[in-house]
């Protein structure tokens, strides 16, 4: 049975699910496993999905994708676009959305394994299929090594994976080395104390204190960090109050940083600390904040030999000038852990899904940050063709240069 991937594609964006929630999207991918003949586990970190095609002698190949969704209201105004609404875990009614593209992960993932299950007479090896939950809150995989993912399949010989990113479709950006930075979320309460908003004298505002701390805080990049290195710190989220008259007793902030090796993490965050706990200080607060990290996410780091080994068979199956090499992105992935944690080889890249002639013209005209939707923008969609197919063969041919 052949899976149709744009239906499968147009079904999963419809129907985004957030972090740990992915229980119809894991429905999705169980049934067409099961259309393909494979047998699968299900539930694995509470809702992701495994599977492994058994062929022989030979490597072991795993395969990942990620298949969770952001509260985002989507925008792009597709016929297909979601309308979706969830309970996120504060308890909050929030739109849903694939607005970083892991709904085309799945489905490339799922295309892959067809053409792998249809030609198993021109290889052998092992291939295993990871669909992940929550690496939009940097947990899901973690949570999969926690639930004995590693115990229920064989280690991998390599890690294999792949982003969709807005970059011409047909084009693939991979790099040696640091391919993505690490990353911590961070969770600040800072404690004042409360009382009438006519009366600021007798409190200790938070909210000031929390404005006075996101200013400091720009500081620390733009002038504790070395200009020839990369940092990133975002405070992403601020609350505090609930009335005009009422001076609240503390303010929250979610904090988002970024490094490119261990180093970088330790310095960023003792500098991060610091401004935080100084303008407590300042602002005469009679607690210390409280300082939380949610989430430490490792850099991903391509294995040099084997991206080069991928690179190569890029070109080959594709067309020299098909592959470039991006940069380092700033964004984060939790796919790291896989590899880490079997002391495996990695290779990730990205992929295309952007209308060629839109992104030529936003070039031309210098305005691609303001004519190019990028990952988790609301207008965040990529073209159905050539992106699946570009996104299915991508998996097939990196896996086929490894296995025998």
């Known amino acids: 049975m052949s899976i149709d991937l744009e239906a ?17 999207t894991a429905g999705v991918i169980t049934r067409a496993l099961a259309a393909l003949g494979l047998e699968f586990i299900e539930g694995v970190g509470k809702t992701g999905v495994a599977t492994s095609i058994a062929n022989g002698e030979g490597p072991v190949i795993w395969l990942r994708a990620d298949m969770d969704a952001l509260p985002v209201a989507e925008q792009t105004g597709l016929d297909y676009a979601s309308t979706a609404r969830a309970t996120d875990p504060a308890g909050t009614d929030v739109p849903v959305m694939h607005a970083c593209g892991h709904d085309m992960h799945v489905t490339a993932l799922l295309g892959a394994l067809e053409k792998l299950q249809s030609t198993r007479d021109q290889w052998s090896g092992t291939i295993v299929a990871m669909f992940q939950p929550a690496e939009e809150y940097g947990a899901g995989a973690q949570a999969m090594i926690a639930d004995g993912v590693l115990d229920r399949f064989p280690h991998p010989d390599i890690v294999l994976g792949q982003h969709l990113t807005p970059l011409p479709a047909g084009m693939i950006g991979v790099r040696p080395g640091t391919q993505m930075a690490a990353s911590d979320g961070l969770t600040v309460t800072l404690l004042g104390r409360g009382g009438h908003g006519s009366r600021p004298h007798a409190t200790i505002d938070p909210i000031v204190m ?11 990049v733009s002038r504790e960090v070395d200009p020839r290195e990369m940092a990133v710190v975002t405070v992403g989220s601020i609350h505090a109050g609930l009335k005009n008259n009422i001076i609240p007793a503390e303010a929250t902030l979610e904090l988002s940083l970024r490094y490119p090796d261990d180093a970088a993490r330790v310095d960023v965050l003792e500098r991060v600390e610091r401004v935080i706990r100084a303008e407590a200080a300042a602002s005469g607060a009679q607690h210390p904040p409280v300082i939380r990290v949610d989430h430490t996410l490792p850099p991903t780091i391509n294995d040099p030999q084997s991206t080069a080994r991928v690179t190569a068979a890029f070109d080959l199956a594709f067309g020299a000038g098909t592959v470039i090499d991006p940069g380092m992105f700033t964004g984060s992935e939790d796919v790291s852990w896989f590899a880490r944690d079997t002391g495996a080889p990695l290779v990730f890249w990205f992929w295309g899904g952007l209308d060629p002639q839109q992104y030529a013209d936003a070039v031309a005209r210098g305005a691609v940050n303001e004519e190019i939707p990028t990952n988790h923008s609301p207008f965040f969609a990529p073209i159905l063709h050539p992106t699946i197919e570009r996104g299915v063969d991508a998996l097939v041919v990196a896996a086929r240069e490894f296995l025998a």
């Open 8 to 24: 499968l594609y147009l079904d999963l964006h419809r129907h985004p699910e957030l972090s740990f929630q992915e229980t119809r």
């Open 210 to 220: 929390a404005a006075a701390t996101v200013m400091r805080l720009q500081t620390v």
